[in-house]
């Protein structure tokens, strides 16, 4: 089955390096059908994800984007270059919802299994660590979804 739900879940410490890594994939997927792709709006990977599935739209490609955010407030303690790209994003996204209406125990662990469930498929910029990328990563393994992690890429890449 070719992948229409595409859920994107990394590090927030993602340097933006390996932008075309990811374009990459995400090119691949629409090829192969991908039409909808999620982010959970944190800093870093999600970030970059979504900018590269906006740009591909921006390129006539017809994709949408999904945004999952934790709670209304949960940018307020973005950098200023984030902050601008995390409302840029919101303003340009197909749609958008809140997890919860404020900040409480557990909300990014909800978030991230709303990613996940009706996916197709996982983006993972994943480490390895005991982490919230990890837990979602693991979550979609348990629901049988496909993960693809670039991290991985990354490291053959340095390995070459």
Known sequence: MHPSVVAFTGHRNYSRCHDNVLL?????????????FRVGMAEGFDIAAALVV????????????????????????????NRRLYDYILSEAQSGCYVAESYQEGIYYERNRRLVEGSDRVVAWWNGSASGTGYTVRYARKLGIGVENLYNYQQLRLML
Not at 55 to 66: D, I, K, P, S, Y
Request: hydrophobic share 40%.
């Open 54 to 81: 906006l740009t591909l739209r921006q390129r006539g490609e017809n994709v949408a984007l999904e945004l999952y955010i934790p709670w209304p407030g949960f940018a307020d303690g973005f950098s200023e270059t």
């Open 24 to 36: 990459e994939c995400v090119e691949e997927l629409v090829a192969s059908g991908a039409r909808v």
